[in-house]
């Protein structure tokens, strides 16, 4: 889908955007579904959605700019809903989401993503690494320097970091570097 030179990768309302979430009604109706927009690894300019607290909505949208500005590509940004909300799913697709009523992974307490306060990037080119030397998605390699990806010290990081996102990069245990959370 094209519309004015934009590929339009996500265009869902925001009831089809959370439809069928396990969110409870107080916790879906501090989301928002904002639309971004950004470079593609095709060098073209795409627009996507994410949803996101309320509270970090406009800083969402500043960061999408800044990256977009600076030519960090992304892969996509869909809700996770068209992956059934699986985040594995997700991931394996290198696509971009943020709320997913979900815990965090291999524990039983819930993600900062099940108040759409994390969101993730590109993370083939991201990926997980556990303490075991199992990455998530598998298969997939980290190369710093390289397009959409994000290491220390680049400007691409630096949109989140500087606004008091954390970076899962610089978590200790498990190294979650496309993972950005901030608690409001
Ligand atoms: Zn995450």
């Not at 590509?73 to 059934?84: E, F």
Request: hydrophobic share 45%; charged share 20%.
């Amino acid at each position: 889908m094209a519309d004015g030179g934009v590929i339009v990768d996500s265009a869902l309302d925001f009831a089809g955007a959370v439809a069928g979430t396990a969110a409870p009604p107080e916790v879906l109706a501090d989301l928002r579904l904002v639309t971004v927009r950004y470079h593609g690894f095709d060098n073209l300019l795409h627009e996507g959605q994410l949803v996101v607290h309320r509270a970090l909505a406009a800083e969402i949208r500043e960061i999408f700019s800044l990256l977009e500005n600076r030519g960090f590509p992304i892969a996509g940004a869909v809700p996770i809903v068209r992956y059934g909300w699986s985040d594995e799913a997700s991931m394996a697709a290198n696509n971009s989401s943020a709320f997913n009523y979900r815990l965090v992974a291999g524990t039983d307490r819930l993600s900062l993503h099940a108040q759409g306060r994390a969101v993730d990037i590109n993370p083939r080119r991201n990926p997980v690494l556990y303490p075991d030397g199992r990455v998530a998605p598998a298969g997939a390699v980290y190369r710093a320097g390289e397009p959409g990806v994000f290491a220390d010290g680049d400007a691409a990081l630096r949109a989140f970091v500087d606004r008091g996102w954390r970076w899962g990069g610089h978590f200790t245990h498990v190294l979650d570097r496309h993972h950005f959370e901030k608690e409001v």
